[in-house]
């Protein structure tokens, strides 16, 4: 079936350096991904997102990068720091039958090692 | 409010009784979802409105579950008949419309015992 996955569970970094969390997704007509941060007990908050029609996009400090030949993405962190520990999801927004449902991966827990 | 709220923050029942969740939404937003997070785990889709309509229900995992909104705002989750299983974090997020971003609240955390 269909799926959103991430290669890793986990990743430590030390604080500074740059992060990098992946994603596979199965689904080739997916168009449109969203990079969420989820800290301990609270709700995912959006980081940041990109259309198919785009190969990378560029925040404050994170970039995500899309390659859609292989179905992957990354999230790219830059400078690391503490604030980043948290559990990263990628999501594919799919809309199916004129329904929206947005398919979680499992999650990739970023600790930041000082 | 500037961003999406749930209440209660938390609520623990015992097993057979009913529990109701409720969502505010951010203001203006026509779209809002419900999900469902079991510990440690990626969240699972329930059920999501535009307006106050549910187009589709497929990812409520059973007849105990249902949802209603209201006046195009806010939005309440039930539980019939609560079981051990349920218990998880309930999320709810808003996008200003149908398929655009959506920010989610903080979410409710059930323990059923």
């Known amino acids: 079936g269909e799926s959103v996955g991430l290669h890793l569970p986990t990743l430590s970094v030390q604080e500074g350096d740059n992060s990098i969390i992946n994603c596979a997704y199965s689904n080739s007509a997916s168009d449109y991904f969203i990079w969420y941060k989820q800290e301990s007990g609270k709700g995912p908050q959006f980081i940041i997102d990109?259309?198919?029609?785009?190969d990378k996009r560029q925040g404050q400090r994170v970039t995500v990068l899309l390659n859609k030949t292989v179905k992957h993405l990354s999230l790219q962190i830059a400078a690391t720091q503490p604030g980043d520990s948290a559990v990263y999801f990628c999501a594919e927004n799919r809309v199916i039958q004129g329904a929206q449902k947005l398919v979680f991966g499992q999650g990739t827990r970023l600790t930041i090692n000082p | 409010g500037a961003g999406v709220s749930q209440s209660p923050s938390n609520k623990v029942t015992e097993k057979g009784k009913d529990v109701e969740l409720r969502c505010d939404p951010i203001?203006?937003?026509?779209?809002l979802y419900w999900y469902r997070q079991s510990l440690g785990q990626g969240l699972e889709f329930l059920i999501y409105?535009?307006?106050?309509?549910?187009?589709?229900k497929s990812g409520l995992p059973s007849d105990r579950f249902s949802a209603e909104r209201t006046g195009g705002s806010v939005s309440t989750l039930t539980i019939q008949r609560t079981q051990q299983e349920d218990s998880a974090v309930y999320l709810c997020?808003?996008?200003?419309?149908?398929?655009?971003?959506?920010?989610f609240g903080p979410g409710t955390r059930l323990l059923v015992l």
């Open positions: 990109i259309r198919s029609n785009m």
């Open positions: 409105f535009q307006g106050n309509s549910a187009p589709d």
């Open positions: 203001s203006g937003h026509t779209a």
């Open positions: 997020a808003s996008s200003l419309n149908f398929a655009e971003t959506q920010y």
